[in-house]
């Protein structure tokens, strides 16, 4: 039991381990109750492909990170989730920007607000890859 507590105390990645495995649940079930709702969210400006595919690269990734966060060593995966949180977060912005979609008002802040909650979980996890001794 001393060896267990042991490791508990000194384990210096739960919290970047903790934001990748919350992140790849939030970002998987949004992919999975945006496959029903493609239709409607299509009236945002997009189309409904888009939607499904959207929705199904948010499934895909949930399963990634989350099987990324179980590795023995999550610094370079940590490292790479961080990186493409903020790759995601500036997509988002350049797909507002750029008028590739009539994005509705509802479009544009639906957009902006998945690129708010990908940055949110980019810091989270900086912070937790901060905590990590070398």
Known sequence: MTALSTRLNSSTDSLLRFAMRAD??????????????????????????????????????????????????????????????????????VLVISNVFALTTLGVVLTLATGVYTLVFAELQYQGLRRIKS
Do not use: C, D, Q
Not at 59 to 77: D, T
């Open 24 to 93: 790849a649940i939030l970002t998987g079930l949004a992919g999975i109750a945006g496959l029903p709702l493609a239709g409607w969210l299509a009236v945002s400006g997009t189309t409904t492909a888009f939607e499904y595919s959207t929705s199904a690269l948010f499934i895909v990734y949930g399963g990634v990170v989350f099987g990324l966060a179980a590795l023995p060593s999550v610094k370079m995966p940590g490292i790479a989730v961080i990186v493409a949180n903020v790759v995601y977060a500036v997509a988002a912005v």
